[in-house]
């Protein structure tokens, strides 16, 4: 049988080489034989494996066996089967119960909390109303997330305790299994919501951004006064009173990307369960990096891989929130055909009672779906779906990294291509060289055993 190449790509590491074939994300370390066979092989369209040499055949049977050389005319096309968002349950809803904040974070994309239009907060009834519509929707579903969120989510605990309360009654009711999160900048916390949380097992999140100095430039309050003084007593008695984990949720502008080991260890001291960084988004032609700033904001996240690795080498796990995420997909071998969720079982509810196609578009009229009377209109997401993917599986066609991101952020892409004005494509570059530096670590861990490690990871593979 002829056989022809599916699609891959080979990385050089300093002991060998990571083969990566890009339909399964599958990796395989590769030794100078291997490579030597298919760089004699590669460029011929198609290998008949009964007229090579024996030598070569046994290495070209090899990459038979894992699907790098396929039955001729088999390669996968690209894009994949497209879904039908109609055909998918209910499974995570962000409900934006305050769209108001007491900060005024310099790189905040929700406007100060309000997401364009007036302060406001989700009343009790409306927060009820869509806990029932998460259970109800959910299908044969047995697992359920509902994550609560602003603006400044605290404002309003009348409205957490209504949907939480809420949902825990309907999913008990159903026999499914709930999971509540919430995103706070802590500034409200107080012994009370701190005992809330512990009883209803919420996962929380506080964003903070590192030491003082970083932290009170980027979350001043609205009269400019920083919040970290404020916020680390009330993290403290989080951290010490409540049952899950505590991440830190740290934002940094391109000026700030030099910092990031320095803000991970500042976290961590604090007595954090897990922190992840992530850019801030170029809400303004401002905030959007130069290829310098790019450069060094890799070369932190890869320091902060050779720390994993060396971590993971003495049985520990660096919690490095980015890098388990990441890691988790390749272990998984888990591909995309979509991007992230956001509109096949994933929706946010807004402070109104309107469905938006993500947290992150709440307030973008073009990316409101329905309501909580009428449900999600199948037909406006599939809208919302064809205008945010639109031109991108010409994009991505030849990108080896297509079934790792397959696109990007929707959110991210609408806000550069559309409101700034900026080329599609702009951050397929920084995208490939992270996923690179994933990669490189995965095959690393591999290499020195650390399967158990990974193997921790697998439930890792959110939006």
Not at 389 to 417: F, I, P, Q, V
């Amino acid at each position: 049988m002829t056989h022809e190449w599916a699609d891959h790509r080979i990385f050089e590491v300093e002991d060998g080489a990571i083969l990566y074939g890009v339909d399964h994300a599958s990796l395989f370390l590769i030794d100078s034989s291997v490579q030597e066979v298919i760089n004699r092989w590669g460029n011929d369209p198609t290998v008949d494996l009964s007229k090579v040499s024996e030598s070569d055949r046994d290495v070209l049977e090899g990459l038979r066996d894992i699907r790098l050389l396929i039955p001729a005319g088999s390669a996968k096309s690209w894009p994949p089967v497209r879904f039908d968002p109609e055909e998918f349950p209910m499974s995570t809803m962000v409900l934006e119960v305050a769209q108001d904040c007491n900060l005024r974070c310099t790189y905040c994309y929700a406007e100060g909390g309000s997401y364009g239009g007036q302060s406001r907060l989700l009343d009790s009834e409306t927060a009820r109303a869509a806990a029932r519509y998460l259970v109800k929707e959910s299908g044969d579903l047995k697992d359920l997330t509902l994550v609560l969120f602003g603006g400044e989510p605290l404002l309003n605990m009348p409205a957490i305790k209504a949907a939480v309360e809420e949902a825990e009654k309907m999913a008990s009711a159903a026999g499914k299994r709930l999971l509540v999160s919430l995103t706070t900048n802590g500034t409200l916390l107080n012994a009370d919501i701190v005992s809330f949380f512990r009883d209803h097992r919420v996962v929380v999140s506080v964003s903070l951004d590192g030491p003082p100095d970083l932290h009170d430039a980027n979350r001043p309050y609205a009269s400019g006064k920083g919040s970290y003084s404020k916020i680390l007593p009330q993290v403290q008695a989080l951290l010490e009173n409540n049952t899950s984990a505590v991440a830190a949720r740290v934002t940094l502008t391109p000026d700030q990307w030099s910092r990031c080991e320095e803000v991970f260890d500042h976290l961590m001291g604090l007595g954090f369960h897990e922190v992840g960084i992530a850019p801030a988004s170029p809400i303004s032609k401002d905030l959007f990096p130069d290829q310098e700033q790019e450069d060094v904001l890799l070369q932190s996240f890869a320091a902060m891989a050779r720390r994993f690795s060396r971590a993971a080498r003495e049985g520990r796990i660096l919690p490095f929130a980015n890098l388990i995420e990441l890691l988790g997909r390749l272990h998984m071998g888990q591909t995309k055909a979509v991007a992230c969720g956001a509109g096949y079982g994933y929706l946010a509810v807004d402070a109104g009672g309107e469905f938006y196609l993500c947290h992150r578009l709440a307030g973008e009229k073009d990316f409101e779906v329905g309501n909580l009377e009428t449900g999600p209109d199948p037909e406006k997401i599939r809208s919302c779906l064809g205008h945010v993917t639109a031109g991108k599986d010409e994009m991505c066609e030849k990108c080896w990294a297509r079934t790792l991101c397959s696109g990007g952020c929707h959110y991210e892409n609408h806000l550069r291509e559309n409101t700034l004005g900026i080329p599609p494509g702009s951050s397929c570059n920084f995208i490939l060289r992270w996923l690179q530096i994933g990669i490189e670590l995965y095959a690393d861990l591999r290499h020195a055993g650390a399967d158990k490690l990974l193997a921790q990871f697998e439930k890792r593979t959110g939006c």
